[in-house]
């Protein structure tokens, strides 16, 4: 599974996908897999049921992963700009 992360040594993040910086707070993650669901390219769920980022959230649109980060039921994955401003949660 490793060589299918983004970042392997920080599978949750804080990894960069275009313009985002995509992080999922693993404490607050409750594997509702609801992220998967609207970004199936960006996230998976790992053995722990914790999302973690996959290389082929570069073939996903910017505006997915936010839908995907708004659709968390525990706000668990945190986005911000290139500049650091935390898009999402706001």
């Known amino acids: 599974m ?3 992360l983004l970042d392997p040594k ?3 993040g804080p990894v960069v996908i275009g313009k985002l910086k995509v992080h999922v707070d693993r404490d607050l993650c409750i594997g509702a897999a609801t992220c998967i669901a609207v970004a199936p ?4 769920l790992d053995s722990e049921a ?5 290389q082929s959230a570069q073939e996903e649109t910017s505006e ?14 945190i986005i911000t700009d290139e500049t650091g ?3 999402f949660p706001e």
Do not use: G
């Not at 997915?64 to 994955?77: D, G, W």
């Open 41 to 44: 390219k960006t996230f998976i």
């Open 2 to 4: 490793a060589d299918t």
């Open 50 to 54: 914790k999302a973690i980022v996959l």
């Open 10 to 12: 920080n599978p949750s």
């Open 85 to 87: 401003k935390q898009i």
């Open 64 to 77: 997915t992963i936010i839908e995907s980060a708004k659709a968390c039921p525990v706000a668990a994955i």
